[in-house]
């Protein structure tokens, strides 16, 4: 990881306009202008730079992969709960109007039962800038902590649902130092419908879709992690049972990460309950960490 510099940070901060430039975590906390933190570090930073936040009463947003564990994002809660800070979930695809949009299909009953679904995630990792990325110990995993993620909460929002079980297929397998490089998961969702993830970081191309499908209709768009753009959700309506009705709806989607950190304020400032709450992030690790063995059954249940 890139060590962080004071002169760079003052100098980026006088760019920027900000008063005030850190070297550390602890330096940064401490500073009694300082309300809230959103964590954007390497994966392995997320759960000790939580935890000195949420120890000098500061509210936190945390990117995501929560952390590198399920033992880590429990510990994060528990710190947060503790101190009296709100803490968030960096998933910022929850933010969008188009996911919006296929969430209100599916509890109108409009596609009718769901029985299906499927979020996909490629693109090159050749091309990031976070050379840690393969790097197990600092990013805990490859693809399916860094975009399954994504895909992975997108599903569980949508459907208002949680993760029962998961099987897993990696390519490479992981090892205690390399991360796997793309990957195929398996879910099956508490309310019974099936689902799919596939993500990879050897693509040629950045692409990613989810596709809803019900016994009545089916809802699919592409790019639906992407912001500050227009994007076309397609609805299929069933007829016959042969052919669908179909629909196009053109959708702009915001900046999504001024969204979420609005959120987040708002919560802060309005005494409100957290847009993705630490919860959702402990369940979510227990499924990312199930997936990197094969998978399994997950103890968190609707309720935990």
């Known amino acids: 990881m890139q060590k962080r510099s004071l002169p760079d940070a003052r100098s980026k901060a006088s760019a920027l306009g900000i008063p005030y430039a850190f070297s550390t975590t602890d330096d940064l906390v401490r500073c009694e202008e300082v309300d809230a933190v959103f964590i954007v570090s390497a994966n392995s930073a997320h759960c000790p730079e939580t935890i000195s936040a949420a120890r000098a009463g500061k509210h936190v947003l945390v990117e995501k992969p929560m952390a590198l564990n399920i033992a880590e994002a429990e510990s994060m809660v528990q710190e947060c709960d503790s101190n009296h800070v709100k803490l968030m979930v960096g998933q910022v695809v929850r933010f969008s109007p188009v996911v919006h949009e296929i969430r209100k299909l599916i509890q109108s009953g ?155 304020s708002r919560c802060i400032l309005e005494g409100l309950e957290s847009p993705v709450p630490g919860i959702v992030g402990v369940r979510h690790q227990e499924v990312l960490d199930l997936s990197l063995t094969g998978g399994g059954i997950l103890k968190y249940g609707k309720d935990a």
Request: aromatic fraction near 6%; charge should be negative.
């Open 110 to 264: 409009g596609l009718g039962r769901i029985v299906s679904a499927r979020a996909d995630y490629i693109y090159d990792a050749r091309l990031t800038h976070r050379t840690w990325l393969y790097d197990r110990v600092v990013a805990g995993g490859g693809p399916i902590f860094d975009i399954g993620i994504h895909c992975l909460d997108t599903l569980c929002y949508v459907l208002d649902d949680t993760v029962a079980s998961v099987r897993s297929q990696l390519s490479p397998q992981p090892t205690r130092t390399t991360t796997e490089r793309s990957a195929v998961l398996s879910l099956l969702l508490s309310k019974g419908t099936v689902a799919s993830i596939t993500c990879s970081f050897e693509a040629p191309v950045r692409q990613n879709i989810i596709e809803i499908v019900g016994t009545e209709g089916s809802a699919m768009v592409q790019d639906f992690t992407q912001g500050s753009r227009n994007l076309t959700l397609q609805i299929g309506r069933r007829i016959d049972g042969t052919r669908l009705a179909s629909e196009q709806r053109e959708i702009d989607v915001p900046n999504m990460y001024v969204e979420e950190v609005t959120a987040f």
